[in-house]
DNA sequence: GTGAAAGCGCTAACAT
DNA sequence: ATGTTAGCGCTTTCAC
């Protein structure tokens, strides 16, 4: 029968009761093998009988090491970070690691605070995901501080990071759509393209459709609530987003920078707003969305505006969130690898702390997922005309 | 300049180059207003040069108290989850509360270790789902030691809890398929079972079904892989599922209590299974799954059998996570407030670490929440064989 | 308002 | 194989 939790009984008690030092005793538990076996028996009797187990704050304090990392997260309501998180932890705990977790609502603020309170909890490394890793004050100075770190979907020069090369994946994205004849695109993202991740894969795809010869691609903001974890536009939105290349370089493509913001509060004024923009002369035919999530809230919203994706409009996302093949159709994706990022950095991480090497960086490979959201670009005279039966109905057909 | 992590300095070097003593030091960081200004003002600046942070170890050590909670879940993979723990996650962080967080798979070996290491931790409370609270050794052991906990969506008569009423909540929705005309009603679960949760919903709802004169309520249980957090079923799966009632007595409704198991492990054979279940003469008219995640993955299921939904057969889940509402049509659901699950069961845990308090449950109001799924039953003669538009698809009608 | 001193529970260096 | 000793970084009396 253990004993209460104000009488936990420390090392010494268990080293007089088994008649041995409390030195014995810490060995019994940390390394058994140096333990004669009659005195490691009555020792883990006594320790039993006691309800002892050591107390981890003495050892950390004692040995330097506290065998936990930190982890901080935008959000776990999105899948992406959800998945990242177990592959992450389940490499931790099967190391003997414990993790300390907290989210930051994409909120600079939030991040410094986050990184600042678990490095006093003497976290032995962080694994992250900052809003934005170039311009993070707060990166520098944990760089600063010689504590190993590695960042989860961030891709830097300074920073070691494990994630897909954004670059490529929002390339391979244009290619398909490209491919299947669509050559005017818009990139529809939530508020926050304060995120680097989506800044990046909005420059490469504009850089590739110059390549493709395809139209400037156009972009899109999606009024925060459609998109859960989204704050407030900041009035003068027009002028609030500044794209810049997030590894620091200019973006050289002379596509347009100022987005476009779509809709306003109502339903009726963003079902106005979609089936005028999407039936002028030079409108996209290819939706192209920041994040899987996003992606569905749009075509939910299309839906009630009576837009049939794909066959008044293709829409795509990016992630490949497992969620995603339960929709009809299923979302046209990229996906990324996102318990393998979890699992690959906390890895990293713990080699950096175990044989303090050097930091790293990873890419890992993404895929493109085809679902049924996207399809060849209609014909513009036959869009919002036909009537038919929709070849993804739950229904048989 | 912060000094690298190697040189980290201690409380006594501030002091000394303060020109105080290490007490004084503790306090400007702890209780900063009983510190002369100009000695707070000396001691700040010294401590900003020098990078120092009051080290939360040796605090813990001392004071005996982490400002650290633990958290137990089965997966983050189910956003139910997720959000539960972004609800307390927040309420825990605004109290000056850090989290240790594991994930545990409905595994009660892991719940049994994750129990252990984070009392190891020294955290000063414990917020954990389990499989079975009823059959749980570690519960009743954590009990004992005197160390406050909560449990998340178990209902328990012999543990502290934050839930919803999973009985009325059952029967809430056993009403609403009755008000639309349904009469005979199967329950789907994964093979999970073991989840206490289920079992009292099963068992709610079977009670219901005979109190309304409807027919007996089958129980089928969907194969692993459908269900991403499941594990096999063990052989003999026939008879593997004895349901008793959570609460400790037992289940005094005669309705059948060996469950059905679904289809094989290929698509085809799933497929001819539900074509042949749903068309016998006694055959379900709506399915009741015991999660969102499930009821998914079934919609999509019987969509590849060319069965619809609600055409064919109603079906509906339990939790409400946000993304059943981009379904198309919505998946009906009983939605329990996770989010605020978990916030009260943080709320109630610092209370009772703070005040050394009675433990007390909490039982949370669910909603019932019609979507498209659940229609009226249809008559057997038209079954699978009509054809025509679906008034739920994406595209105009 | 500040300092001196003790010690939280443990481990690591050294001794035997 | 085990004991002795010192001390990790901090807080907390108790004194002044």
Request: proline share 6%.
């Amino acid at each position: 029968m253990p004993a209460r939790a104000s009488e936990r009984p420390s090392i010494l008690q268990i080293a007089q009761q088994a008649g041995v030092s409390s030195a014995t005793v810490s060995r019994a538990f940390s390394r058994p093998e140096l333990v004669h076996a009659e005195t490691l028996a009555r020792i883990q009797a006594v320790a039993r009988r006691a309800g002892f187990r050591p107390n981890r704050i003495g050892r950390s304090l004692r040995s330097g090491s506290t065998r936990t990392i930190g982890l901080i997260l935008p959000t776990l309501s999105n899948p992406v970070f959800a998945e990242c998180f177990e592959g992450a932890e389940r490499y931790a705990r099967e190391s003997g690691y414990s993790i300390m977790l907290t989210v930051t609502n994409y909120d600079p603020a939030r991040e410094s605070k986050a990184v600042r309170d678990l490095l006093d909890h003497q976290v032995e490394g962080l694994l992250l995901t900052v809003t934005d890793a170039a311009r993070s004050k707060v990166l520098a100075s944990l760089r600063d501080t010689g504590r190993p770190y590695v960042l989860l979907y961030n891709e830097s020069i300074h920073h070691p990071y494990v994630s897909v090369d954004n670059r490529a994946a929002a390339r391979d994205m244009l290619d398909h759509l490209y491919a299947l004849g669509h050559r005017r695109v818009a990139i529809v993202t939530g508020p926050l393209i304060a995120s680097d991740r989506a800044r990046l894969r909005l420059q490469a795809a504009r850089v590739r459709a110059a390549e493709l010869g395809m139209a400037a691609i156009a972009h899109w903001v999606m009024p925060s609530h459609i998109h859960a974890d989204a704050r407030p536009l900041a009035t003068g939105h027009r002028e609030a987003f500044i794209l810049e290349d997030t590894l620091g370089r200019s973006d050289i493509h002379g596509a347009p920078k100022v987005p476009l913001y779509c809709g306003g509060q109502t339903q009726a004024a963003r079902s106005r707003f979609f089936r005028t923009a999407l039936t002028a002369p030079e409108a996209p035919t290819a939706l192209f969305c920041s994040n899987d999530r996003l992606a569905a809230s749009l075509i939910a919203c299309l839906a009630r505006a009576r837009i049939g994706v794909p066959r008044d409009v293709s829409v795509c996302g990016f992630d490949g969130i497992e969620i995603n093949a339960l929709f009809t159709p299923a979302l046209t994706s990229v996906q990324q690898p996102s318990r393998e990022i979890g699992k690959r950095a906390c890895q990293l991480l713990l080699t950096r702390i175990q044989k303090d090497s050097e930091p790293r960086s990873l890419s890992l490979p993404h895929r493109l997922l085809p679902g049924g959201t996207v399809a060849a670009p209609p014909h513009r005279d036959v869009l919002f005309t036909t009537r038919g039966t929709h070849r993804h109905a739950y229904r048989p057909d």
